[in-house]
């Protein structure tokens, strides 16, 4: 079921099962990427399916979707986003979740599970690696950019609902904050990308940093990965570790 | 000696003005059986990946688009047999794809529009 719940931005999101339920797996937060929205990203990709039996917190990150669309540069930096997904949990009653995020999601994920490490139980960073994104990019002149992300920028301006400046502002918000691999998260984690998948080149190399593993989805690149099959099992697999006995029991 | 009938799926309208889509992936080969809703292929389109579930429960007769082929909105992509309504008992748990489950009175029994006029 899609809410809004009401901030400065207002945030809408599909919930799903009851994130409040105590025991049991923790709810899945689903951290979609940029230019995307919950529903391209996960829905229509078949997630609803493969993670069937968990409760399931799916938002529009903000300048996405149905939720609001600041036009301001400084509205969209990681910490901002973080703070959404947290007023997001806290309205439902996650208290702590499993994350699975992809491309600009993980990005954001690595912040929240910083910012606020008791939320994150373990965390999927799928489509994702330690380069710049933006590389090359004139993130003010976007709608004639020719680098990958330019050409990403203008795939998304064909989707119906998104706001070309908001997606400016959010490149420029994100992109002030130039990803680092320290600290690292203390949540498990887990790296996934397609074989060909450009944006998540050398996360072989942040994973061993990470002290992680990378699946790599075979033939699979970054826009076609988040349907693989092999991504969903190996998504499961990892989510559906139990807690050490004692964690966080009452 | 359940009676089955074939079924074409076509490849539904994906929305945002699609005309076509790329097979990623089948998930079902022919021979399987499959259960209404089960994940049944992984399509590519020009914005996104979608995985299609499948509109009908039956058995998998033919893949009609190889795995990188580009399929027409509307062209045939798979074929199921599937129960056919025995009489006008119960039915099946055909539907049509994405959205509401039909009525009983709403599966095509047979799809005779060109019924010759006979008897």
């Not at chain 1, 229509?44 to 069937?52: D, I, N, Q, V």
């Not at chain 1, 702590?96 to 910012?115: F, I, K, P, T």
């Not at chain 1, 203390?186 to 593993?213: I, S, W």
């Not at chain 2, 076509?20 to 209404?36: F, N, Y």
Request: proline share 9%.
């Amino acid at each position: 079921m899609d809410q809004v719940f009401p901030a400065e931005v207002p945030i809408r999101c599909m919930v799903e099962g009851d994130p409040a339920a105590a025991g049991g797996a923790p709810p899945v937060l689903l951290l979609h990427g940029f230019g995307s929205n919950h529903e391209m990203n996960w829905v229509r990709a078949g997630w609803p399916a493969a993670l069937e039996g968990r409760a399931t917190i799916a938002p529009d990150l903000r300048g996405h979707g149905g939720s609001g669309k600041p036009h301001d540069d400084d509205a969209y930096t990681p910490e901002r986003i973080a703070e959404d997904v947290v007023h997001v949990l806290d309205a439902v009653g996650a208290d702590r979740v499993d994350v699975l995020a992809y491309s600009m999601g993980s990005r954001n994920a690595w912040e929240l599970a910083l910012r606020h490490p008791h939320r994150v139980r373990r965390l999927v960073l799928a489509g994702f690696g330690p380069r710049d994104p933006f590389a090359g990019a004139d993130l003010y002149a976007l709608e004639r950019d020719d680098s990958p992300f330019g050409r990403l920028y203008r795939v998304a301006a064909t989707l119906p609902g998104n706001d070309m400046e908001a997606l400016a502002a959010c490149a420029r918000g994100q992109a002030s904050r130039p990803f680092t691999p320290e600290p690292v998260p203390g949540a498990p984690m887990l790296f996934a990308a397609g074989e060909r998948d450009a944006v998540a080149e050398d996360v072989e190399e942040l994973a061993e940093r990470c002290g992680t593993q990378v699946v790599r989805i075979p033939k699979r690149d970054h826009a076609t990965a988040v349907s693989a099959r092999a991504l969903k099992e190996a998504v499961r697999d990892f989510l559906a570790v139990e807690a050490p006995a004692g964690s966080g029991g009452a | 000696m359940t009676d089955t009938t074939e079924r074409t799926f076509t490849l539904p309208d994906l929305g945002e003005g699609l005309v076509e889509a790329t097979v990623l992936e089948w998930l079902a080969a022919p021979g399987d059986e499959i259960a209404r809703n089960a994940p049944l292929v992984e399509l590519e389109t020009t914005k996104s990946a979608v995985e299609i579930p499948s509109p009908h429960g039956g058995t998998i007769v033919r893949l009609h688009a190889a795995e990188g082929e580009v399929v027409q909105v509307g062209a045939p992509l798979v074929t199921f047999a599937v129960e056919a309504p025995a009489g006008d008992g119960r039915t099946g748990a055909q539907s049509g794809i994405v959205g509401r489950v039909p009525t009983e009175d709403e599966p095509p029994r047979r799809r005779g529009r060109l019924r010759p006029p006979q008897e």
